[in-house]
């Protein structure tokens, strides 16, 4: 027969054991969840960048970043020798190449990079409709009050420029 001991468990003792398996398991779901949203953040990017490239050969797409661009400082030029849907398609053209950089990854980091940068500049600049665009609501008092088009359908592109940061960075470091 076993006897139990009738000292106290020392629970200090106890604990790291039993708090190295829960630290364990917390830490490998931790690493599995950030390879996880790893994944999804760059290639997530990448489709959203390849769908709205495409959507650009369309009329509906091309007629409506006619507005963004033609009150846009940096780009309103770009009508007069491409037109509307030429500047479309080849923004779509553009747009659909810095997609498949970006998802480049596991072939070429550099590739990412690219990609990345471009997009970077890319959703910088059609930030900056927030400020050439009028999309402030004024029957909600202006400024903070967005309107859907192009206000709030513009203020995405703050995730997605992060989403390019983040991918350029991770890229180059690992070039």
Known sequence: MSTINATPLDRSQARPALGDGALHDTRALGATLDAAGRATIRYGLALV????????????????????????????WVYGPLGVQ???????????????LIALRPIS??????????????????????LSTPGWQASLGGFPALSVVPGQFLLKDVVLLGAALWSCGDALRDH
């Open 109 to 130: 980091a550099l590739a990412c990079a690219c990609g990345s940068a471009l997009a970077v500049g890319m959703f910088a600049t059609t930030l900056s409709f927030l």
């Open 86 to 100: 030429g500047f479309a398609n080849a923004l779509g053209v553009l747009e659909i190449a810095i997609a498949l």
């Open 49 to 76: 960048v390849a769908w709205i490239g495409a959507m650009k050969f369309t009329a509906y797409e091309a007629g409506a970043i006619q507005p963004l661009v033609a009150n846009s400082p940096l780009l309103a």
